[in-house]
């Protein structure tokens, strides 16, 4: 394991000890915790983005898309555990 050197503004440090304390942890453990959950966040953001990159290039080049209503309707019947068709997709603009 690697280690690193922070220097942390005291009021930081100060914070970090009480809820640490409160949460029955080390200052480390607390600090190890809430780096682990930030770098967990940041690469589920980027790994959104890219998918929605994605998914707009494929929309781009076919040229279809489903409505929004129809993806609400068959979200909303998904989730009450209702077995749905899924939606078709429809031409919005010519392919290019």
Do not use: N
């Not at 770098?39 to 890219?50: G, H, N, Q, V, Y």
């Not at 040229?63 to 209702?82: N, Q």
């Amino acid at each position: 394991m690697a280690a690193t050197s922070l220097k942390l503004p005291d009021s930081l440090k100060q914070r970090i000890e009480r809820l640490a304390g409160v949460a029955k942890k080390t200052p480390h453990a607390f600090m190890i915790d809430a780096l682990t959950r930030e770098t967990e966040r940041s690469e589920l953001r980027e790994r959104f983005a890219a998918d929605s990159a994605l998914a707009e290039q494929e929309a781009m080049a076919s040229g279809k898309a489903f409505s929004l209503a129809s993806a609400f309707d068959y979200l909303e019947a998904r989730v009450a555990g209702k077995k749905l068709k899924r939606p078709r997709a429809h031409a919005w603009r010519a392919s290019k």
